[in-house]
């Protein structure tokens, strides 16, 4: 799933943010975009995403964490 975090209180360094998310989904992708916020691609719900984030420092609410929608085409049948 890809989420857009937009939280109000500053988050922890990327650094930290990564190595909790690669520890939950050795798959996951994370960044920083000056407009969307951090942007999350990992095999995780909205819920425990904010409670990961939140588990590592952050103070990041429900309306916080939004979900985008799918861009997959299915094409490599995952």
Do not use: K, T, Y
Not at 4 to 33: G, K, M, T, Y
Not at 56 to 65: D, T
């Amino acid at each position: 799933m890809e989420f857009h975090v937009r939280a109000s209180q500053p988050l922890p360094p990327l650094a930290i943010i990564e190595d909790a998310l690669l520890a939950f989904d050795p798959a996951s992708v994370v960044d920083v975009d000056l407009v969307q916020g951090l942007r999350v691609n990992a095999a995780i719900d909205a819920a425990a995403l904010m409670e990961l984030l939140n588990g590592i420092g952050a103070r990041v609410l429900p309306g916080e964490v939004e979900q985008q929608p799918s861009v997959c085409c299915g094409g490599c049948s995952g």
